[in-house]
């Protein structure tokens, strides 16, 4: 059974950074992407980013883009979050999860999810 465990969530004021990692273990694909979701409170969750095994190809949202960066760590069952120029937009539970190694965007892509961490923007 794969686990996903993200970090890194906590209060950041409006303009600031913030960078959450996630780490996966046990039973996995050899290769995966990995990619970042997000929920606000009564909204649905949504696609932040993702990229693919190798590390070479990034996705994100149109909110998000310029302002985060993912990124595979190394070893790769790893990704980090990079968030900068942080909104109160951006304030929701961000859960991480593993997909296909060419990377996707819809959440049905993905088959294992992370319990989520909790990101705050201040105004």
């Known amino acids: 059974q794969e686990q996903l465990v993200e970090s890194g969530g906590g209060l950041v004021q409006a303009g600031g950074s913030l960078t959450l990692s996630c780490a996966a273990s046990?039973?996995?694909?050899?290769?995966?992407?990995m990619g970042w979701f997000r929920q606000a409170p009564g909204k649905e969750r949504e696609f932040v980013a993702a990229v693919t095994w190798g590390g070479d190809n990034t996705y994100y949202a149109d909110s998000v883009k310029g302002r985060f960066t993912i990124s595979r760590g190394n070893p790769k069952n790893t990704v980090y979050l990079r968030m900068n120029s942080l909104k109160p937009e951006d304030t929701a539970v961000y859960y991480c999860?593993?997909?296909?190694?060419?990377?996707?965007?819809?959440?049905?892509?993905?088959?294992?999810w992370g319990q989520g961490t909790q990101v705050t923007v201040s105004s």
């Open positions: 999860a593993t997909g296909p190694p060419h990377a996707a965007v819809q959440r049905s892509a993905f088959g294992s």
């Open positions: 046990g039973r996995t694909f050899s290769s995966y992407s």
